[in-house]
């Protein structure tokens, strides 16, 4: 059994800045750096990272960039059978800025936009061992909705991080098993209160709120998981991190609080570093009780 992965790959272009420019506004930075990216390759490395067999199902530039996020997911163990390589399309980027412990970023798609509807029934094999699949929305939403039936047709469990924050039709949110939006994703897709949206779906939308931790609803009430206090460097792979160690945990079948509390200390460790997939810990790197 294994894990797959439908998503986004881009290039990480990340400088490092006191502050952040004032539109029309020219400033010094203080480093640069390029590194592996997306938020699905980020959730797929970060859960390989923790010992998971993982498969990815994306596509990638004919570039540079496209080499380095395939390396990577090679020197991490994610299979690499299923990412197409598309000629004519550049690999997708992110351009992040750091500064003042927090981050803005910009994201051009490329080849992330091929990971079509088609290109998932083409390769449907991708998930005769899947276990959990972990979807985001950095490709096609018409995408993301053909894989959530596939799984629900094959009984697979299936957790969609709703980032960036699209309209989702709410038939997509009751076919999902785990819905994981911040605090602002909570707001734009669902256009209720924390309590009401939890109280609607227990154990299915999980918040996540940095440092404040995690909440969701267990049947009986609000749960509150508290995150970790620590010197934060880059944000930028928070999420995607708890979104990967959340499947790991869930993948190897612990309850949900659990998992959520490994995911949590998970994405403290990813902060407290730069970059995404670079920043993340390796199994031996935490120390887990069952």
């Known amino acids: ?36 990216g997306g938020k699905g390759a980020n959730q797929a490395v970060g859960a390989a990272k923790l010992g998971t067999e993982v498969l990815f199902v994306g596509c990638v530039g004919n570039d540079s960039n496209g080499e380095l996020s395939l390396n990577n997911f090679k020197n991490e163990n994610v299979n690499t059978d299923y990412v197409k390589k598309i000629d004519g399309v550049p690999s997708g980027i992110a351009q992040i800025t750091v500064a003042e412990g927090d981050n803005s970023i910009i994201v051009v798609s490329g080849a992330n936009n091929e990971v079509t509807k ?12 899947a ?13 993301v909705e053909y894989v959530t039936e596939v799984c629900n047709e094959r009984g697979i469990k299936v957790i969609l991080n709703p980032a960036p924050a699209v309209d989702l039709d709410l038939e997509l949110i009751e076919k999902v098993d785990y819905l994981t939006p911040n605090e602002i994703e909570l707001e734009m897709i669902f256009n209720d209160s924390m309590e009401n949206v939890l109280k609607q779906y227990p154990n299915k939308v999980i918040m996540t ?39 790991y945990g869930l993948f190897n079948n612990f309850n949900l609080k659990k998992a959520i509390e490994i995911a949590n200390l998970v994405a403290s460790k990813t902060v407290q570093k730069i970059g995404a997939q670079t920043a993340m810990p390796y199994l031996e790197d935490l120390e887990l009780e069952r």
């Open 1 to 36: 059994m294994n894990i797959v992965v439908v998503g986004s790959i881009n290039t990480d272009l990340i400088t490092i800045s006191d502050k952040f420019p004032k539109i029309g506004e020219t400033i010094t930075g203080n480093d640069f750096t390029t590194l592996p």
């Open 118 to 129: 088609e290109l998932v029934k083409n390769n449907l094999s991708a998930f005769d061992n």
């Open 209 to 247: 709120s940095g440092d404040k931790g995690v909440y969701y609803h267990n049947g009986d009430s609000i749960v509150n998981v508290p995150g970790f206090k620590v010197d934060v460097v880059d944000t930028t792979g928070a999420g995607d991190s708890f979104n990967g160690a959340l499947a």
């Open 131 to 143: 276990k959990i699949v972990l979807l985001q929305l950095e490709i096609p939403l018409e995408t």
